[in-house]
């Protein structure tokens, strides 16, 4: 009962309106003298410096999901859910030369979304339409899946109700307040809250790291149970450690997340932001320190098991939910007061990337689709209020997700999210550094990894919720023919055909000499930087101005 969590649900409700007022005031904090143009509300002016986009960043990456999956899978798999570790280590390097480059390029000539520089790239509206699309279409579950954070919150606190609506209230509220504040602050609005948002986690874990094992008897005793739980399992892919048949697995799923974190429109958006070239380039070495940080929070499913959490049933009858392991553990461990924190922590770690994630998919919407095939002639003002409408919509869809949807079934649609947008690298990541795919052969390549993807993940069931398709991302290989029990990440495989095709149709397509589209960019827009006497940003009457030549040394 909620009476029993009285004190969590005061300690809570109180953080969670505190930084509902920082959303508020976050219009007049750094604020242009005009809002109405979606640099502004969609980007914060582009001019974030090293520390806002440091914590921006990392509210956008690591989400409430994280905070709760990860040792959810730990607590129920073991090793196999510290792919999240190694996976935000390797990208950071990776991305460090290639986002410094989208950066120059989308500054040069007022790119806003991945999709604009597409467009500009091969030449193509149709191409750019599909980068569009699928961005939206990954994104959409990504941001139910904030919600799952936030509703094993509420369900350990007891605050659920009868009926689907009374269930889900308090949620619908909290997003309501969330989309109010981003529609009026814009990206401003998630970039301060994540000041408080990662403050508070970084508390809440270093106490956590400390405390509870104190509490368990020490580090051995927790991998002992951890141990004795996995060592009784039926499946031979549990365990503290890895074996030989979810290696495979293991490295190819890190992999694959790892190409496909900065391809998500919202990652994007938070680069976008910042005011030069240096401030991605230090947040980029700076940001493995969250990674440290999400090896702590997984070993809290560890802990979880030597404190014999046993998890809440599942929407789905005969289920569990593991995504309640964490906030049960916080709730049996801590006092009321402190796990009232820890669960504020969890609930604001979803506002922040909520936020950037549905003004993400707004901006997709509004310069690719509205812009380009409903009203050419929108103005900047009109952008930034059909980015703001299309914000709620996306919001609202989110939640009807999580309402009318098997929770369970949303957090599969995450990992299909994953194999989704994986699809995009070869015209996003790779258009960064060359032109020499054919722009028909881009689509080709990305219909037939997107075709590949789609079947390979029909044929993977879930057992847990007892569905025959789209049940996970680990596809037997034994479907392929192979005698063996490993599995492969779906994702990585679909790309590497994706990228196959696109080679073997771009040389088709140039020896039958097809049009390839004007490359509407050049070289050196990969590296001009905010001092650059070269940028023009776009100008207020929405019509890209002309980029000025170099002056001559």
Same mark, same amino acid.
């Given at each position: ?82 792919? +999240? %570790? ?6 950071? @390097?990776?991305?460090? !030369?290639? $986002? #410094?480059?989208?950066? =120059? /390029? ?25 980068? +569009? %699309? ?6 959409? @579950?990504?941001?139910? !899946?904030? $919600? #799952?954070?936030?509703? =094993? /919150? ?25 989309? +109010? ?14 000041? #408080? ?30 141990? +004795? ?325």
């Amino acid at each position: 009962m909620w009476r029993d969590h009285l004190t969590q649900i005061i300690v809570f409700t109180g953080l969670f309106l505190f930084v509902s007022a920082m959303g508020f005031f976050a219009a007049r904090w750094r604020a242009p003298n005009d809002m109405a143009h979606l640099d502004e509300w969609g980007l914060g002016g582009r001019n974030f410096g090293g520390w806002i986009t440091w914590f921006l960043l990392g509210g956008d990456l690591y989400t409430a999901y994280t905070f709760v999956a990860v040792p959810a899978l730990l607590f129920g798999a073991g090793a196999a859910g510290f792919f +999240a %570790v190694p996976y935000t280590v390797i990208i950071y @390097p990776m991305v460090f !030369l290639v $986002l #410094v480059r989208l950066w =120059s /390029v989308s500054h040069r000539h007022g790119f806003v979304t991945p999709a604009d520089f597409v467009r500009a790239r091969f030449g193509s509206p149709t191409l750019a339409l599909i980068i +569009a %699309v699928t961005g939206l279409t990954a994104t959409m @579950p990504y941001i139910a !899946l904030q $919600l #799952v954070g936030i509703e =094993s /919150v509420l369900k350990t606190m007891g605050v659920t109700g009868e009926g689907v609506i009374a269930r889900h209230l308090p949620i619908i509220i909290a997003f309501a307040i969330l989309a +109010a504040y981003t529609y009026q602050s814009g990206l401003r609005a998630p970039a301060l809250i994540a000041f #408080v948002k990662d403050t508070l986690i970084y508390i809440v874990i270093l106490v956590t790291v400390i405390y509870i094992p104190y509490k368990l008897g020490g580090w051995g005793k927790i991998f002992d149970a951890a141990d +004795a739980k996995f060592a009784a399992s039926p499946s031979p892919n549990d365990g503290v450690l890895l074996n030989p048949n979810n290696q495979l697995q293991y490295i190819t799923l890190a992999l694959g997340s790892a190409l496909a974190l900065f391809l998500y429109p919202h990652s994007l958006t938070s680069v976008l932001a910042s005011k030069n070239r240096d401030v991605i380039k230090r947040n980029m070495s700076a940001l493995p320190a969250y990674s440290f940080l999400l090896g702590l929070i997984a070993l809290l499913g560890f802990m979880a098991i030597a404190a014999g959490v046993k998890p809440l049933p599942g929407s789905t009858p005969g289920t569990v939910d593991n995504n309640t392991v964490v906030p049960l553990l916080f709730d049996q461990q801590f006092p009321a007061w402190f796990a009232g924190v820890a669960f504020a922590a969890i609930g604001i770690g979803a506002l922040v990337p909520a936020a950037i994630m549905s003004i993400a998919a707004a901006n997709l919407f509004t310069r690719n689709i509205y812009k380009e095939y409903l009203r050419r002639d929108a103005t900047p003002a009109q952008e930034a209020n059909v980015s703001k409408i299309t914000s709620l919509v996306v919001k609202i869809g989110a939640v009807a997700c999580i309402v009318f949807l098997d929770p369970q079934f949303s957090i599969d649609l995450q990992l299909i999210g994953g194999v989704i947008i994986l699809q995009t690298l070869p015209a996003v990541a790779l258009g960064l550094y060359t032109r020499w795919f054919h722009r028909g052969a881009l689509i080709s390549g990305w219909a037939a990894g997107m075709g590949l993807g789609m079947w390979m993940l029909y044929q993977i069931p879930n057992p847990a919720s007892k569905r025959a398709h789209f049940g996970g991302s680990a596809f037997p290989l034994k479907e392929f023919g192979f005698d063996t029990p490993r599995t492969v990440y779906v994702g990585l495989i679909a790309v590497l055909v994706n990228l196959l095709v696109a080679v073997v149709v771009t040389l088709i397509l140039r020896a039958a000499k097809v049009p390839e589209g004007v490359d509407g960019t050049a070289r050196e827009d990969y590296f001009a930087d905010e001092t650059d006497p070269r940028i023009v940003k776009e100008p207020r009457d929405g019509a890209p101005a002309p980029v000025q030549p170099a002056p001559q040394v």
